[in-house]
């Protein structure tokens, strides 16, 4: 049976492990993961194409212009966005392209795919959130007292997402996404 292209919507806070899970999916379900684009430095071990492709502003600001970006945001003074074609050539080949992407994107989304799926992924505690930031260790105490203020500030969308999941476990929770999606597209066929 041919599986129909979606859209899956991963946000959650800064720190919870939106990445290893969307990998995961990846490897063990052959989703298709979109690669944002963004004017934020590359962290240690990042790598362009792999985790972002990494712009200047004025790169950025052209893709803007050109109707490369399916959205975009501004997410502590740094631009995020989604690169259209990706997610068009993953939707054409069937697959479920999942976009790691911030509350507002997460909006935008919506509005243009009423189809899609969004799930907001969330630690066991607001505890282990910052042990988790802080074993990181890429960043200043400062930068990981904005990201926790953010935090704070998406606790209060999170509401809106179709679907609430807990990181706790890496295989339950991508389990728990996969079986989700399952009963979507079902529910769509
Ligand atoms: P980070 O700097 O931790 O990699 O990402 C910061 C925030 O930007 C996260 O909430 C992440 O989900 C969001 N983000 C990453 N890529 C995109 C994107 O393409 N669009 C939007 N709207 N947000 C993004």
Known sequence: MEKRGSL???????????GTVAKKLVEKYGYSLSISATTRKPREGEVEGVNYFFLSED????????????EYAVYNNCYYGT???????????GK???????????????KLYPDSVSIFL??????????????RNSEEE?????RLDIAKKELLCQDEYDYKVVNDNLDDCVNDIEKILCEELKKRN
């Open 8 to 18: 899956l919507v991963l946000s959650g806070f800064s720190g919870v492990g939106k």
């Open 83 to 93: 690169p259209i074609k990706g997610v068009n050539d993953a939707i054409s080949n």
């Open 122 to 135: 969330v630690p066991p505690s607001w505890e282990t959130l910052e042990q988790r930031l802080r074993a």
């Open 96 to 110: 479920i392209c999942v976009l790691i992407i911030d509350v507002q994107g997460a909006e935008n989304v919506k």
């Open 142 to 146: 400062e930068m990981i007292q904005k």
């Open 59 to 70: 790169e950025f600001k052209d893709l803007i212009e050109n109707n490369g970006l399916l």
